[in-house]
């Protein structure tokens, strides 16, 4: 079971891009907090949201794992909402997240919780032929130029 958070879907959405995501991770899943946010950007005006919510499945937190949620949210400060939602999830249901964001990382790394970010699902789309070299390559350059995000590592999956 896979968690999306909502960066890494709105980098593949601004990239036309969500069907990669959703071949790769057929059970994506969102949190009722990443819902929340991707419903105040489809608010404010960006349609790339419609892509997202077509592609994910919203997963509802037991009691337990919103008492884990609130007592996660409370103690880490560097943490948003979706970010603990989606850690909750991933410890409870024993799922990846699909994350983007260096904190989250961090804090998974020393939790013990299995993620994925963006290089790493850059290589999955080229290991499972997803994409071929020059789709891929493309990709990565709309990403960069959509979202404003540099990918530092782009020659090395691209070469590997």
């Given amino acids: 079971m896979f968690f999306a958070d909502t960066d890494i ?21 969102i949190s009722p907090t990443v819902y929340e946010e991707l419903m105040r950007a489809k608010r404010a005006g960006y349609s790339f949201v419609d892509a997202i919510l077509d592609a994910v ?8 794992e919103f008492r884990d949620y609130r007592s996660l949210l ?3 400060n560097n943490l948003h909402e979706g970010e603990c939602q989606l850690i909750v999830l991933c410890k409870s249901r024993d799922g990846i997240l699909l994350t983007k964001d260096a904190p989250v990382k961090r804090y998974c790394n020393r939790n013990n919780i299995n993620y994925l970010d963006l290089e790493e699902i850059f290589r999955s789309l080229k290991r499972r032929n997803v994409l071929q070299y020059n789709e891929l390559k493309k ?15 782009k020659e090395d999956i691209l070469g590997d």
């Fill in 139 to 153: 990709l990565i350059a709309d990403i960069e130029e959509k979202d404003w995000t540099i990918i530092r590592s």
């Fill in 9 to 29: 879907l709105s980098v593949f959405a601004k990239a036309d891009a969500v069907t990669y995501l959703k071949q790769l991770f057929a059970d994506m899943k």
């Fill in 74 to 76: 409370e103690s880490v």
């Fill in 57 to 64: 499945e919203i997963v509802l937190l037991s009691d337990e």
